[in-house]
């Protein structure tokens, strides 16, 4: 396994201070301050369980953080081997409830394609039920599933999960988790490249008078690449602007949002800083302040502690190195929520990195970088086969994310960050390959600091 995350302490500057040398955070019961999590690294039954060096998990650094909303995920980690019973969501809750933080749970059934079937339903409502979610006095509410696609019939099992939710449980907010629409559909233009549009803010009428409560989803901080960054606050509330015409006056959480830090390539094909980040989660949290007198209560960061480079979304965590490295995001709603941070942070940050995505098309480029600039990778070869990345000088670097190949989207990625003045060049090679190759290589100098 690489082991490149504990440069990234040294790169950054921002290891975690002692905890017992702050008091408690006082909680803000108004707003929901939150962030994404993955039930398997808070459950101490998981083999990812996430334990700092001062044995702290990632619910006690939350709360420290004054968070107070975990909207957990259940997409699996590295090892997912272990289930998650009645046993594990009671040993979880119970702790969260104790350091006040609240929970919203969302479903993640297994799939295969788009549409809803019988057994997604039986899977949603034996998760919420068998487990007695709805009996937790901290359990917000529940997202039945993340961003489904809006046809008739998803929406119909919809509404029979929610009737079958309600009947146990009457009083227990049920909500879906964003949404996407097909080329043609919705708001989705049939010009449209992709296979889907993704949460279009005025696609979720869709769900006018069936939910108890209104998710938010909203990206799109971190690009476009090589130019100006949109403004947070305003990207903000346009769209709320947008979408709380038809929320019925119920709440409205902002459940996803955020901006690549800069340590790897996301999923998004995004590549932002840490300083970006943190003016994101800062423009996010005015918004909702802002917007609070019309029923928008609260956020959750997209995401607290990545699973895995492979299992995960690396690029968009607020911790890493096991909870000992927190990055300047955290400290923002640290501040937000308790009024101080620990380490101190004034918005907006400047940027002074420049954050380069090169691709196949960038082949025998020579590009110049100065010190403190990112270089990403997001190579999609031509045709299959085993790839490696060969850096003739590696000391001009510190790399934050390996070579690695992204099975589901099909394209290998790499994260480097210039360390030191010089020349070298960066190739991508077919292991074993002696003709049709397929070869990338670009040349980087790495000039002196601005």
Known sequence: MFSFRPLIMALLLMCLPSLAAYPAPLQNNQI???????????????????????HEDLIDIAHHLGINLFR?????????????????????????????????????????????????????????????LGSYDNVYGIDLFNEPVLDDNNVVLIKDTIRQIKAAYPDLRLSIGGWRTTPG???????????????KAEDGKAFSGLLDYYSAHI?????PMNGPYPDAFMHTTQFLDTMLPFAEGKPVIIEEYGADNGTAVSDQSGLGTPELQANVTDGV??????????????????????????????????????GDTIFSAAYVIQKDSTGVSDKPVTIPMPITATAHLFQYADNGASVPLHQGDIAGFLLEPAKPGNYKMIID?????????????????????????????????????????????????????VLPGK
């Open 393 to 445: 000088d590696p000391s001009f670097f510190i790399q934050t994310e390996p070579f690695i190949y992204i099975k589901g989207r099909h394209y290998y990625v790499a994260t480097l960050h210039a360390k030191a003045p010089g020349t070298t060049a960066v190739s991508v090679v077919e292991d074993g390959c002696v003709t049709n190759c397929q070869p990338f290589r670009v040349t980087l100098t």
């Open 185 to 199: 559909t919705g708001s989705c233009p049939a010009t449209h490249k992709g296979k889907y549009c993704w949460n």
């Open 219 to 223: 990206y799109g901080y971190d690009g």
């Open 72 to 132: 957990i995920t259940d997409g699996g980690c590295v090892h997912d081997n272990v289930a998650v019973d009645k046993n594990a969501w009671s040993a979880v809750l119970k702790k969260m409830k104790v350091n006040g933080i609240t929970a919203i749970v969302t479903t993640e059934p297994p799939r295969n394609g788009d549409d809803w079937t019988p057994d997604t339903v039986k899977y949603i409502t034996s998760l919420v039920i068998d487990n007695k």
């Open 32 to 54: 929901m301050d939150g962030v994404n999590v993955d039930m398997c690294l808070i459950n101490p039954a998981s083999a990812d369980y996430v334990l700092n060096s001062k």
């Open 285 to 322: 949290l005015r918004a909702v302040r802002a917007y609070q007198g019309k029923n928008v209560t609260g956020s959750t960061q997209w995401v607290f502690y990545n699973r895995s480079y492979q299992h995960g979304t690396p690029g968009w965590e607020l911790v890493s190195d096991n």
